[in-house]
């Protein structure tokens, strides 16, 4: 997936397959990814996220380009990976309740955005 993020984030190209549209999607793939999956892919946004958001502040959100919108995507998935690795030390710990049940409220632009695309 050449060229799917904005220039100088060639590094997070291998993470291509996080940039996910929605919190549903973003959830799944990462409780559908081993904890050394999840631990690579947050330490690699870790490190890219400050730039990356610097970056992203000059798009507005509701007009954002393809690959700034992948990229996006992807500093919403370290989120996603963030809870793993930072407060859970787990993929998929007992005590929560499954992401299938998961229904998230404030996905609404990432869907509208998906229709629009269509």
């Known amino acids: 997936m ?9 590094a997070l190209e291998q993470f291509a ?10 959830n799944a793939k990462t409780n559908a ?9 947050y330490d690699a946004m870790l490190r890219a996220l400050p730039g990356a958001l610097d ?3 000059g798009f507005a959100l509701d007009a954002m380009p393809e690959p700034e919108q992948r990229l996006l995507d992807l500093c919403l998935a370290a989120v996603e990976a963030a809870m793993a690795v930072e407060m859970f030390g787990a993929v ?6 499954p992401v ?4 998230p409220m ?10 629009a695309a269509s």
């Open 2 to 10: 050449s060229g799917a993020l904005p220039q100088g984030f060639a």
């Open 17 to 26: 397959a996080w940039a996910l549209p929605t919190e549903r999607a973003r």
């Open 33 to 41: 990814s081993t904890m050394a999956e999840v631990q690579a892919f």
């Open 55 to 57: 970056y992203l502040n």
């Open 92 to 97: 998929n710990p007992p005590y929560l309740m």
């Open 100 to 103: 299938e049940r998961f229904e």
């Open 106 to 115: 404030h996905d609404a632009w990432a869907a509208a955005r998906q229709e």
